[in-house]
């Protein structure tokens, strides 16, 4: 070990030992135990693993842990709780928009990331946020309609 890598994560301040190599996902999943965030294939290209570093969407596996210091890291575990659920876990539920769950949890950082950077977003819009990500399961009509009604829930007055 070389030291240590402080950062904000799910709005609570860390330091996590910097094992060289070791990546954000490894962090997140073995040393943090927060499992939700999935290894999928490994290679940032399918999604399961994204989270939001300083509000932007990023492959937790593809993010060496050094490069989170000094800033911002929220999974899905931020994203809401049991009991105040952020308006897309709400609306995942209400739309059944998941099946295995394996997906899920990156697919909700993207969309949050960009309802974040665009509050009403157009339909193309949210297809293109969600593009990167696979979902063998077939819920990707459910998921656009999930986003769509957590936009305007988000958006409303």
Known sequence: M???????LNGQSVSVPDDAGQTLLDTLRNTLQLKA????????????CRVLLDGHAVAA???????VEGKTVT???GLGSRTA???????FIEEQAMQCGFC???????AAALLQRQPRPSRQEIVQAI????????????????????????AAP
Not at 2 to 8: K, N
Not at 85 to 91: D, G, R, V
């Open 2 to 8: 070389t030291g240590s890598v402080a950062f904000r």
């Open 37 to 48: 965030t999935r290894m999928g294939c490994g290679q940032g290209q399918c999604g399961a």
């Open 61 to 67: 596996c593809e993010t060496p842990l050094w490069a």
């Open 75 to 77: 999974t899905v575990e």
């Open 85 to 91: 659920p952020h308006a897309l876990q709400t609306a």
């Open 104 to 110: 899920t949890s990156g697919i909700l950082m993207s």
């Open 131 to 154: 593009d990167g990500h696979l979902c063998r399961c077939g819920a990707h009509n459910r998921v656009l309609r999930a986003i769509e009604k957590a936009a305007a829930r988000l």
